[in-house]
Antibody, heavy 116, light 107 residues
Framework: EEQLVESGGGLIQPGGSLRLSCEVS????????MSWVRQAPGKGLEWVSFIYGASTTQYAESVEGRFTISKDNSKNTLYLQMNSLRVEDTAVYYC??????????WGHGTMVTVSS | EIVLTQSPATLSLSPGERVTLSCRAS??????LAWYQQKPGQPPRLLIYDASNRATGIPARFSGSGSGTDFTLTISSLESEDFAVYYC?????????FGQGTRLEIK
């Protein structure tokens, strides 16, 4: 069964850093299109970042320069390093796998709260 | 950035009714348009990809159509489990964008 399990969320002060993890089972992160998508409380979905292969990445303008997506093929895990966090980064963060140009598989998300 | 505008924002309907949700793109996205359903406390679930293809396990009462800038999601006969929020999403250009959602409520 294909499964994504996020972890690493929590309460962090503005300006702080956090690293989210997404453990993948049932398929390999090595040759799949993977993204992070977030959802602020009571709001809609916002795509955050994408990774494919060794070095192909994309970022939303709102996180460019602050967030870094990466993966460890040996651990079959996706990461999102979040620096210089802002109150507006508060959200549930989902990892997702693309199949056929759509997000076919989603994790259950991890909550990030940025507050002083 | 391609902006996706969904309408209406909220819809109140009864089980058994037919419903059509709209998603309009600010520029053409070919057929790189997907639809998702989200219930409270759950991640989104993919319903439709490439504008008109049902994802695995999605009931036949869900159908999608459109290309270019105008897309629709139709539920032929609403069941109680269909009351949720629906989002469209484009994969034609970076950044990937979602519509703001349509909330389907029980009347």
């Amino acid at each position: 069964e294909e499964q994504l399990v996020e972890s690493g969320g929590g309460l962090i002060q503005p300006g702080g850093s956090l690293r989210l993890s997404c453990e993948v089972s049932g398929f390999s992160v090595r040759n799949n299109y993977m993204s992070w998508v977030r959802q602020a409380p009571g709001k809609g979905l916002e795509w955050v970042s994408f990774i494919y292969g060794a070095s192909t990445t994309q970022y939303a303008e709102s996180v460019e320069g602050r967030f870094t997506i990466s993966k460890d093929n040996s651990k079959n895990t996706l990461y999102l390093q979040m620096n210089s966090l802002r109150v507006e980064d508060t959200a549930v963060y989902y990892c997702a796998r693309e199949v056929g140009w759509a997000f076919a598989i989603w994790g259950h998300g991890t909550m990030v709260t940025v507050s002083s | 950035e391609i902006v996706l505008t969904q309408s209406p924002a909220t819809l109140s309907l009864s089980p058994g009714e037919r419903v059509t949700l709209s998603c309009r793109a600010s520029e053409g996205v070919n057929s790189y348009l997907a639809w998702y359903q989200q219930k409270p406390g759950q991640p989104p679930r993919l319903l439709i990809y490439d504008a008109s293809n049902r994802a695995t396990g999605i009931p036949a009462r869900f159908s999608g159509s459109g290309s270019g800038t105008d897309f629709t999601l139709t539920i032929s006969s609403l069941e109680s489990e269909d009351f949720a929020v629906y989002y469209c999403q484009q994969r034609s250009n970076w950044p990937i964008t979602f519509g703001q959602g349509t909330r389907l409520e029980i009347k």
